[in-house]
Every structure is written in structure tokens, then in C-alpha cells.
């Protein structure tokens, strides 16, 4: 499984966290954030529940995540070892580069708004598929060779009007776009009931 991320800005949105001193979070930084999967399942999880969480409930969610279980069902030495390296490594890393705001005393951790002007899309391949760019270039050929025989009045192909091929390749295009933006919305992070990386648990997956 190949995993990519793609970010589009979305214009600011007030609320929470730290105060914005007229500074945004740059692509760079937005990219290192996403380069850990536990950071990205942070931000999944920030985004869902829309405000401050503590890192306890965090610790269990990521748990849960990372070994494909009900959170119900995760142990204390499970999440033990995510709050550990929240604690140690994730959260102060995040919190440095603005991406939340992390109150060690508290126990809490909260997204920023600059964080927020992010639409942030996990492009999650696998090995025996091909990005949509490619499958987009692919069928761009084909209905263009489709078009191009029957221009040359190949039969079967010369049989159906211009108008048909036109309408053809427009529904097809159609089609697929709708697909691709359905998918889409279930990669955009903190959208769906677990991260485009997990598989969920098959009592999740039977109460959708």
C-alpha cells in the first residue's frame, strides 16, 4: 500500500486553539505532520470530535486504530504505549510547528485554525491498483482510438453518429468523476469512521 497526501487550501475558519499571529502553516510543514501515521491519526481524531480531546481518550482511539480493533477492546499496555509516545515525541513536535495546540499540564490537546485552512486527502493506493491520474490518462485513450476508429469508418464503430460518441465519452467521464469524488470524501481526514489507512473492525464496518 502506497500512501500519498494531497493538501487544498480551504480558507481560514475561526474558532479554536492557538491565536493566529498572521502566519500559516507552510505545505512543508503540513507534509512532515502527515509523514508519521500516528500523526496523521491524530489529526483524524482532532477532526471528529471538533475540539479539545484529552490525550488519554486520544491514546485509546490511535490503539485501537493501529491494531484493528474495537476501542472497547483495547488493553492498558496498548494504550500505554501510544500515550507514551504522544507525550514524548508526537504532540511536542506538532504543537512546535503549530499544527495543535498540546497543554502537557492539562492533559489536553486541541487543533489549530491554522491547521484547519487545510483539506487535507490521504491517497491510499494499493499494489494492484494505479493512481486516477494514470487511470484518467488511460481511458482518455481509449475513448479517444474509440472516436478515432470510427472517424475512419471502421465498421462496427462508423455505425454510431458523432453525436452518440460525444454523448458516450461525456457519460463515461461523468461517471468515473462521480466515483472519484465519492472516494475522495472518504480520504479526507477526520471524515470517516476511521482512517483511510484502517480496515475497520467487522462490528464497525456492520453498524454503517
Do not use: N
Not at 66 to 78: A, C, G
Not at 86 to 98: C, I, K, N, S, W
Request: glycine share 8%; net charge negative.
Amino acid at each position: 500500500m502506497r500512501t500519498g497526501a494531497q493538501t487544498t487550501e480551504s480558507g481560514t475558519t475561526a474558532g479554536r486553539g492557538r491565536p493566529s499571529d498572521g502566519t500559516h502553516l507552510t505545505t512543508e510543514v503540513v507534509f512532515e505532520t502527515l509523514s508519521s501515521r500516528r500523526r496523521r491519526y491524530i489529526l483524524h481524531y482532532l477532526r471528529q470530535v471538533d475540539d479539545s480531546v484529552a490525550i488519554r481518550d486520544l491514546s485509546e482511539q490511535l490503539a485501537a486504530w493501529e491494531s484493528h480493533i474495537d476501542r472497547r477492546d483495547v488493553t492498558p499496555k496498548q494504550r500505554k504505549r501510544v500515550y507514551t509516545a504522544l507525550h514524548q515525541t508526537h504532540l511536542p513536535m506538532m504543537d512546535r510547528v503549530g499544527a495543535v495546540v498540546y497543554d502537557k499540564d492539562r492533559g489536553t490537546v486541541t487543533m489549530t485554525e491554522d491547521l484547519q485552512t487545510f483539506d487535507i486527502y490521504l491517497d491510499v493506493v494499493s499494489q494492484d491498483d494505479i493512481p486516477w491520474s494514470q487511470f484518467y490518462l488511460a481511458l482518455g485513450a481509449v475513448l479517444s482510438a474509440l472516436v478515432a476508429v470510427a472517424a475512419l469508418g471502421f465498421p462496427p464503430f462508423s455505425y454510431v453518429g458523432g453525436f452518440g460518441y460525444a454523448l458516450f465519452v461525456a457519460a463515461g467521464f461523468t461517471l468515473v468523476g462521480c466515483v472519484h469524488t465519492l472516494r475522495d470524501r472518504r480520504t479526507l481526514v477526520g471524515t470517516a469512521a476511521t482512517p483511510a489507512e484502517v480496515e475497520p473492525p467487522r462490528e464497525i464496518v456492520e453498524d454503517m
